[in-house]
């Protein structure tokens, strides 16, 4: 079922949502700012310099590094080492041998094939007898 202007409830729903987040952000920003309508552009450039104080820079005592003695402490000898589990090796299936490769004959032992006998060559075409 459509609602205002053809659209979904749910997205009418998901605009008003959108223009109310819309309006917060926009009131924090300008409540931030100080830049509340009526007041003059001028009047806030000027009025937030005057406002202004800058920071003081660190003591020079925070900037410089602080030197550190690591002292290694002793072990304890209530401490339990650590100790790793290791898993046994689980047995795999014993797997058959491979077949051994039949051996090679030697060279003596192998028998000449005869080629089979292919086409002859071709023999030419006749030339035709002209008219």
């Known amino acids: 079922m459509a609602g205002f202007a053809g659209l979904e409830w749910t997205a009418i729903v998901l605009v008003m949502v959108l223009a109310y987040l819309l309006v917060i ?16 552009a001028v009047r806030r450039r000027t009025r937030g310099r005057a406002e202004e104080t800058p920071a003081a820079p660190p003591a020079p005592t925070e900037l410089e590094p602080r030197h550190v003695r690591v002292v290694p402490r002793e072990p304890d000898p209530a401490a339990q080492p650590v100790l790793e589990r ?17 051996p090679l004959t030697p060279a003596a032992e192998l028998e ?20």
């Open 86 to 102: 290791v898993p046994e090796p689980i047995p795999g299936p014993e797997l058959e041998p491979a077949p051994a490769p039949e």
């Open 25 to 40: 952000v926009f009131d924090v920003a300008v409540s931030r700012t100080g830049a509340w309508p009526g007041q003059g």
């Open 112 to 131: 000449l094939e005869e080629p089979l006998p292919g086409p002859g060559p071709e023999p030419e075409p006749e030339p035709e007898p002209e008219p």
